[in-house]
């Protein structure tokens, strides 16, 4: 009888990634490829992947609600992590890494994320009105 159990993919990638995370040469590979990560080549990447073949498409948006709720456990996790550090470290930090922020192109971002949001807004509206529902604090408030 086997007796192995079936693992999703995240959690086989999180057991490479420990392997991965003890070994130094691994560590020193990744720091140098961090810096060279050239923000101008990410529109073309998502240009290709989403505009060659209609299927490719279809697949990320079909994906969405897996892919929404893996980032949101990510980011509630990373929060978690992050609040470990003192808010004097954090500040410093973040005040720094904030002044190599593109701000021209987060500001036309942040434009059509507003754009986006008012045709989104009944659909949103509705989902938020159901998490209140069930949820003893309002959102509205939290944020």
């Given at each position: 009888m086997d007796n192995r159990q079936d693992t999703g993919m995240l959690e086989n990638q999180t057991k490479?990634?420990?392997?991965?995370?003890?070994?130094?040469?691994?560590?020193?590979?990744?720091?140098?490829?961090?810096?060279?990560?050239d923000p101008e080549s990410g529109p073309a990447l998502v240009r290709t992947l989403m505009g060659k073949d209609v299927e490719v498409p279809m697949a990320v948006m079909s994906a969405m609600p897996l892919i929404a709720n893996c980032f949101i456990k990510i980011a509630m996790e990373l929060v978690v992590q992050v609040r470990k550090y003192p808010a004097p470290l954090l500040t410093g930090m973040t005040?720094?890494?904030?002044?190599?922020?593109?701000?021209?192109?987060?500001?036309?971002?942040?434009?059509?994320?507003?754009?986006?949001?008012?045709?989104m807004a009944p659909v949103f509206r509705a989902f938020s009105e159901s998490l209140e529902e069930q949820s003893s604090i309002p959102l509205s408030s939290t944020i």
């Open positions: 490479v990634a420990e392997e991965l995370l003890a070994s130094t040469p691994f560590k020193d590979s990744l720091r140098l490829f961090l810096k060279n990560i005040q720094s890494l904030l002044q190599d922020v593109d701000r021209e192109t987060l500001v036309r971002l942040i434009r059509e994320m507003r754009e986006l949001g008012k045709d």
